[in-house]
């Protein structure tokens, strides 16, 4: 039986809401950032989401069928490419605190974990020239996390 995260990243499953991976990497920028029980899906961690209760646990048989998998690991490029694109378009989130401060964190996670430091540290380091060319709003702390996210082993 395939594993529930790894189904909906290879966009044959669907998430707790019966979304489909196409489904939400449709979502406008006002979708993605008022909605919060996606992020769970799309970068999945190995430990519960603090934020929204019941959302799914990434286990070490899960986790090793997405890195083996090209579909899976296409959609979560995808999922990537999208959460990119949201925090190059819009401004929201370049404020001293904000939610998506946690999501970058979990993102660089799950992409470390599934896809590699490399592709995490792109993501990374496109967030840091945001942030700077914007003055620097966000927080030492919250940077300090996603360096800390890209960095463990």
């Known amino acids: 039986m395939e594993h529930p995260i ?8 669907r998430d707790g809401r ?5 489904d939400v990497l449709a979502f406008d920028d006002g979708r993605l950032e008022a909605v919060h029980d996606f992020i769970q899906w ?5 430990e519960p989401s603090r934020a929204v209760p019941g959302s799914p646990v990434l286990g070490e048989d899960e986790a090793a ?9 296409e959609g979560l490029r995808a999922a990537l490419d999208r959460m990119a694109r949201f925090y190059a ?5 370049l404020v001293r605190f904000d939610h998506n401060h946690l999501r970058i964190t979990r ?3 799950a992409v470390r974990d599934l896809l590699g430091r490399e592709e995490a540290a ?6 840091l020239a945001r942030n700077a060319a914007a003055g620097g709003p966000v927080n030492a702390e919250s940077l300090r996390h996603w360096e800390r996210a890209l960095g463990a082993a």
């Open 42 to 46: 799309l970068f999945p961690l190995r």
């Open 18 to 22: 019966g979304r489909r991976l196409a």
């Open 6 to 13: 790894h189904a909906f990243l290879r966009g044959a499953g």
């Open 65 to 73: 069928a997405i890195r083996a998998d090209p579909a899976a690991r």
């Open 107 to 109: 993102i660089i996670t």
């Open 122 to 127: 792109r993501f990374h380091a496109a967030l």
């Open 89 to 93: 378009d819009t401004d929201d989130w």
